[in-house]
């Protein structure tokens, strides 16, 4: 439930990468346009890797145009104004926990990507990572817990009132999650009273977002100029589809998102599944399988019939039977949304790179595909369909551990030791159903040892790698 909230009331967002920029900076400003101007967003960065974009938002004003373009090529240029004051990087973080601090400030929300949450199947730490340990260890806040760390005890020391902690990245019960992370997070640096604080003065909402956000391409400036007169040095581009399914649960207030489309639900369970699953999982698919068919951008993906027909029997024949079922109907018309999703993902004026969209697998094989691998073998049920999706991820990561990628591979989760370990075993299908970072309480099972086999070769089939 929402409570009213005063004059000049802040949104905190840490993470000011083109998806914010694109999403939830975009309903504030449609707000604010609408002639609610009681919300606004001061932003920062909890890394220094997007330095010259910082400095462009910084000398506009936290100012910049979005520009999005339909799936018939109609372009739409908009100047966004909801952000009022974008902090420069500090290692300190400084000004982000000064302004975090403030009663002011009644939401803190983030974007930092799947893999910045360092959780394990049973939502618990994996401490394991280099930079989890040094905020652990009280030496850093790299990580949005280590900065959510210092923002709350800054404000407990203050008395300082209630704030909600708005997660705003693809993870599956997104708010929960994170809630559970934070919470063992200040339980394992033995701030038992900061945790005490933090459960009574804290919500964390789940939510679901949705708009394709590429990376910004090098004519977009050029073609932004053209349009508007205006020489933006940080310019977005986004699909025009957005979608925005929030869970109604803000200590302190929230904006009237509702006024500009923004779903205000009481839980919002059925949007995620079928975003994650039907959205997420096909976007990997299609950019995994088109980048070992020589391809750069998911609109090209599309345009191959077999790659085509891979995600929708993805969708049809697993996804959809476990989400409406018997027991349980979807709200949702699956069918209606596989279609229009695919839709979007040919939209050739978009231009989403395949290198984008297949990075961090093993944080999205967990996340988005193996949930559905799972309930389908506890049920007896054909996983051929779902098993193709990790067997071109596992041909993708062969390439890139023989050095033959077409492009750079990032992936937070992965660990490159234990990844290149899988080709290195005696029998590597077998090594990479075994891994637990990807399966869970899954890995090694005989069902999907033997899907993940066949699903292999076939994948090797499709690649045109002979299969060794």
């Known amino acids: 439930m929402s409570l009213p909230s005063p004059a000049a009331s802040t949104v905190l967002h840490i993470g000011l990468g083109s998806f914010h920029r694109a999403h939830q900076a975009v309903y504030l400003h449609h707000l604010r346009e609408r002639g609610d101007r009681s919300w606004s967003i001061v932003g920062g960065n909890l890394r220094d890797d997007m330095a010259d974009t910082m400095a462009a938002l910084i000398a506009q004003g936290g100012e910049y145009t979005l520009e999005s373009v339909s799936p018939a090529g109609e372009r739409h240029h908009e100047r966004i104004r909801s952000i009022r004051e974008v902090i420069p990087f500090d290692p300190a973080l400084g000004r982000l926990i000064e302004v975090g601090a403030q009663d002011s400030t009644r939401i803190v929300s983030f974007t930092v990507t799947e893999a910045g949450y360092y959780l394990d199947a049973k939502n618990r730490l994996d401490a394991s990572h280099p930079d989890l340990r040094a905020d652990l260890d009280g030496r850093a806040h790299r990580t949005i817990y280590g900065a959510l760390a ?256 077409a492009h750079a591979y990032q992936d937070g989760a992965m660990d490159p030791a234990a990844a290149h370990a899988l080709f290195d075993a005696p029998d590597p299908v077998a090594a990479f159903a075994g891994d637990p970072v990807l399966w869970g309480s899954l890995a090694g099972h005989p069902d999907l040892v033997s899907a993940l086999r066949a699903a292999h070769a076939e994948a090797l089939r499709f690649a045109g790698e002979q299969h060794a």
Request: aromatic residues 8%; charged residues 25%.
């Open 150 to 405: 210092a923002i709350l005890r800054a404000r407990m020391a203050r008395g300082g009132a209630p704030v909600t902690l708005l997660n705003c990245d693809n993870l599956r019960s997104n708010g929960t999650r994170f809630r559970a992370g934070l919470l063992d997070f200040l339980e394992r640096r033995g701030e038992a009273a900061l945790r005490a604080w933090a459960e009574a003065n804290t919500t964390c909402p789940c939510c679901m977002v949705d708009r394709i956000t590429p990376r910004p391409p090098p004519d977009l400036a050029e073609r932004v100029r053209a349009a508007t007169g205006w020489d933006d040095r940080a310019p977005v581009l986004s699909e025009r589809f957005i979608q925005w399914v929030v869970e109604d649960d803000f200590i302190a207030g929230r904006p009237a998102w509702e006024t500009v489309g923004v779903e205000m639900v009481e839980s919002v369970h059925a949007h995620e599944e079928a975003k994650i699953r039907v959205l997420n999982g096909t976007h990997c698919c299609v950019a995994w399988a088109g980048t070992l068919r020589g391809l750069g951008f998911v609109h090209e993906d599309m345009a191959v019939p077999e790659i085509r027909r891979m995600a929708f029997d993805y969708v049809t024949n697993d996804v959809i039977p476990c989400l409406d079922t018997p027991e349980r109907s979807s709200p949702i018309d699956l069918a209606a949304y596989r279609d229009a999703v695919l839709e979007r993902f040919g939209n050739p004026h978009v231009r989403d790179s395949n290198q984008r969209v297949a990075m961090d697998g093993f944080s999205k094989i967990p996340g988005f595909i193996a949930p559905t691998l799972r309930e389908r073998i506890a049920r007896g049920a054909p996983v051929r369909s779902t098993a193709m999706l990790p067997a071109l991820f596992f041909v993708f990561l062969g390439r890139w551990h023989r050095d033959e990628r």
